[in-house]
């Protein structure tokens, strides 16, 4: 088993939501991840229900390059 910054790699899975495509990992310390790659597009305003309430569940950016998320932040703050 890899182990990673956020500990060791029990099991992993790929799932798709629209738009979003999801890496989910749990790891052995009982911590459950996920990490969702979108497209640009994807945080295009007025957004729509089911990425308003994806990200009200919490959600925290990783990377961070050009501000792009911005619009999103200032309606729905990030937190974990």
Known sequence: ???S???VIDRSCI???GECTSIRIW???GLEVEF????LTWIDLP??????RALSDGY???V???RMFLPIITIIPEYI
Do not use: W
């Open 5 to 7: 910054v956020f500990g």
């Open 27 to 29: 790891y052995k310390n």
């Open 15 to 17: 799932e798709f939501y």
């Open 1 to 3: 088993m890899k182990g």
């Open 64 to 66: 961070y390059k050009k």
């Open 36 to 39: 969702g790659m979108v497209p």
């Open 47 to 52: 957004i729509d229900f089911g990425t308003e």
């Open 60 to 62: 925290k950016i990783l």
